[in-house]
Structures are given as structure tokens and as C-alpha cells.
């Protein structure tokens, strides 16, 4: 029996979302659990997956429309129903076709000529027409940006699917093929005429075919995340505090604990864990500034930046102080994963207090970043550099690290925020603290 899809809440109190991407082709059978279409949200790209086996008999929704929550986006039927009277189907649910961005389906007279009765031509089927492509949404967007197909994809990812590189390989070589062509092709070789005194030949340098740049659309993230970041910085009276972890035994348990962890822990991971030993020594700083009042959290939920092929997000591990640096390793890698697949979800990126981003793993030494609304503070992490280090009135060369925390002064001010930069330190110069 026919029913209609409608787009779901992917976002807690969201209206409305971009439907970004189609996965499953009209008429084409899929499974419980495929995705068969991407939403973006304003933190998010999010696949969709289908709750039982069933068939799109027609997507009511072209690509990159806009769409109210509980609007229909698509006709799903079973296999049965394939090539069914779609318009009356649509009818008989209060549902008025809508224009689609798939393409048309070849016209079919009401009544064959004698002439074609006679001849009759099959249908040619390829196999590329039936075969479902496996592609994630960021190497398809950039496939159509450059105007190529999927045919012209040599898959490398796992399973036959086709991932970015694979993408970007194929858009060089289109690119080189276009620049081949374009060449122009010598004229036949004419005698030149004999002069007493040839004259220096001057050619003209080629003038350049575009003005040197193109214009990349802005994505639904890149424009939240700009938004959210550029009201953060206006509207949020941001101070900042700097210190100097000396991280010498921080990195001996680091290799102590890989030595045995079934997961590779990173030294942001080790921060991480004394992030959240740090909030439960002062947990007033375990805060956000709401309108209404201070909210508090009582567990240490924290955020983590992770630059992915989508974009920049910051999903949120839950309740740290009840994981080990293993674990917290464990859940870091699988959020880079779904970041990088598209597939986080909107709980994902929801709550905490603080955001951690590193960029330490770049060689940058230290910076400060912006605070990620609604969490009253976040903590930049450098990189670990040998240094001269004065201990006891002698000196010592030492691993260090720089750490900056951009503070919300209307949550946190200046002493609680030093009383909670010193309790990091703490921990990251007694690192056992984290495995306590």
C-alpha cells in the first residue's frame, strides 16, 4: 500500500531542513536500514535510513530544497506497485505532484502503429542503470560541482564505494583531458620567403581563459558554523587565560597505556580525560550562561573539534569522567568516522560545557580560538616542544605544551577560571590521576 515519506525531526526543535541529496532512484526496490536520502540541518549532513523494505515510486522533493518537518518528500510503495498510476495514488492521499529533479521518463503513446507493432523494439538495459553506487555525499557533491557522472569514477573505497580521492582523481583528469583539447592544432608548415635581414618574431602572450578563481557555493554548514562563530565572537565576552603543562610523564603512561590498550590513545585523548578531571575538581566552571540563569551540569560532557571532509563539527563524548583514556580513544575515532561519512547525528553535537580543538599534530604552538555557543569556554591545545625549563634553581630541558582557554566572562570570570586552568595542569602533570 502506498504511503508518503515525510521529512523527520533530525534536529531537536528544528522546522525545517535542506533535503540535500537523494541516495535511492525512483523505482528502485532498497532494504530497512539503506539510507536513501541526506538531510543537511544547520550543524549537520545526516543519512536518513529506511524503516522497512519498500520502493520510491516518486520523490516529491527536488536536491537542495528546503523542507518543513513533517512535509512530504516522497511516495514509497512496494515492488508491486512499480509503474502504478502515481498521480492517483498521490490524489487519493491529499498530495498534489510536485515538481522533481529526476529526469523525465521516455513518453508512451496510448496506442502502438501497425508499423511499430510489426518491428518492436526492446528495451536496452545496462547493468550501470540497475547497479545501486555506493558514494558518500561529500564526493558526490563534488562530482557534480564539477559536472561528471559516477561512470567516470574508478571506485578505490571499500566495497565498490567511491570517496573523495577517487572524485578528485577523476576531476584532474577530466580537467587535463579538457586542457589537451583545447590546444590548438598547428597549421601545415608553409616555405617563408627569404629575407635579407629576418626580423625578430614577437608573439603575444596568451591571454588567460578565466580571471584566475571560481566560486565555491558556501555549504548549509560552513554557513552556520560562520554564523555561529561570528555571533559568538560579538556577542560573547570572551577573556583568555595561558599556561604551560609540562607533559614528560604524560607521554611515558601514553606509551605505557598503548603498549596494552586495544585502541591507540592519543595525547588529546590524555587531555581530554584531565578536562574532565579538572571539571569535577571545580565544578563551577562546569557551566553555560542561559537567559535564565547559570545552568550546571552534573556530569563533564565535552566537545571535541574535528576538522572532517564535510566541514568543521564538535560531537559530544558523554559522562568522560566515567571513561578510561582507552574508551575515550574508542569514541573519538568513531565520531571521525560518521564525520567524515556524514552520518552524525543531531543528539550527536547536543550539550556539554566546553569544546577541546587541537592543532598541536600541525606543529602550531599555541592560539586561541573561538567559544562554540552555547558552552562557556573552549580549550586550545598546541604542541609539545622540547624547552629549557628553570626547576629548583637549575635547567632542564623538558617536554612542553601551551594551553589557551577563551573563557565567557558572563559564566566563568577570571579567578574561578584560573583555579580550573591549574587543576588541568595538575592533571597533566600527574597523569596517573587519569587512570586513578
Do not use: C
Not at 513518453?107 to 502503429?113: I, K, L, Q, V, W
Amino acid at each position: 500500500m502506498a504511503t508518503l515519506l515525510r521529512l523527520p525531526e533530525v534536529a531537536a526543535g528544528a522546522t525545517e531542513a535542506v533535503l540535500s541529496e537523494w541516495l535511492v532512484k525512483e523505482n528502485t526496490p532498497y532494504r530497512t536500514e539503506d539510507p536513501i536520502v541526506v538531510l543537511e540541518t544547520d550543524k549537520a549532513l545526516v543519512e536518513v535510513a529506511a524503516e522497512s523494505d519498500a520502493v520510491i515510486l516518486r520523490a516529491l522533493v527536488p536536491n537542495g530544497s528546503t523542507v518543513e518537518v513533517g512535509a512530504p518528500i516522497a511516495l514509497l510503495g512496494d515492488e508491486s506497485e512499480i509503474g502504478a498510476d502515481v498521480e492517483q495514488l498521490l490524489a487519493e492521499l491529499g498530495v498534489p505532484a510536485g515538481p522533481t529533479d529526476r529526469e523525465p521518463a521516455p513518453a508512451t503513446p496510448p496506442e502502438a502503429s501497425p508499423s511499430a507493432q510489426e518491428a518492436p523494439v526492446p528495451p536496452v538495459t545496462t547493468e550501470s542503470e540497475n547497479a545501486r553506487v555506493f558514494i558518500s555525499p561529500l564526493a558526490r557533491r563534488i562530482l557534480k560541482e564539477a559536472g561528471l557522472t559516477t561512470d567516470q569514477v574508478r571506485p578505490t573505497g571499500p566495497h565498490g564505494r567511491i570517496v573523495r580521492r577517487d572524485v578528485e582523481r577523476a576531476v584532474e583528469e577530466a580537467r587535463a583531458s579538457a586542457a589537451a583539447a583545447a590546444e590548438p592544432v598547428p597549421a601545415p608548415a608553409q616555405p617563408a620567403p627569404v629575407e635579407p635581414v629576418p626580423a625578430p618574431v614577437r608573439t603575444a602572450s596568451p591571454q588567460p581563459q578565466t580571471a584566475g578563481f571560481r566560486d565555491i557555493p558556501h555549504t548549509r554548514l560552513r554557513r552556520a558554523v560562520a554564523s555561529r562563530l561570528t555571533a559568538s565572537k560579538q556577542t560573547v565576552p570572551h577573556f583568555y587565560l595561558k599556561r604551560t603543562a609540562r607533559i614528560d610523564d604524560l607521554l611515558a603512561l601514553r606509551k605505557q597505556l598503548n603498549e596494552v590498550s586495544p585502541q591507540k590513545i592519543s595525547v588529546n585523548d590524555l587531555v581530554i580525560a584531565a578536562v574532565a578531571v579538572a571539571h569535577q575538581a571545580v565544578p563551577d566552571a562546569n557551566v553555560i550562561w542561559t537567559d535564565e540563569g547559570m545552568r550546571q551540569f552534573e556530569s563533564v560532557d565535552i566537545a571535541v573539534a574535528i576538522a572532517s571532509e564535510r566541514g568543521l563539527v564538535t560531537p559530544v563524548l558523554s559522562a568522560v569522567e566515567r571513561m578510561s583514556p582507552s574508551a575515550i580513544a574508542r569514541e573519538v575515532k568513531a565520531y571521525v568516522q560518521k564525520a567524515n561519512q556524514g552520518s552524525l547525528q543531531q543528539g550527536d553535537l547536543e550539550g556539554g560545557s566546553l569544546t577541546v580543538t587541537n592543532l598541536g599534530m600541525y606543529g602550531v604552538d599555541e592560539f586561541s580560538a573561538i567559544i562554540n555557543p552555547p558552552h562557556s569556554a573552549i580549550l586550545a591545545v598546541g604542541a609539545g616542544r622540547p624547552a629549557p625549563l628553570v626547576v629548583d634553581g637549575t635547567v632542564q630541558v623538558a617536554t612542553q605544551m601551551t594551553l589557551v582557554l577563551s573563557v565567557d566572562h558572563r559564566a566563568i570570570d577570571g579567578a574561578l577560571a584560573a583555579q580550573w586552568m591549574e587543576a588541568l595542569v595538575g592533571a597533566l602533570e600527574q597523569p596517573l590521576r587519569l587512570v586513578a
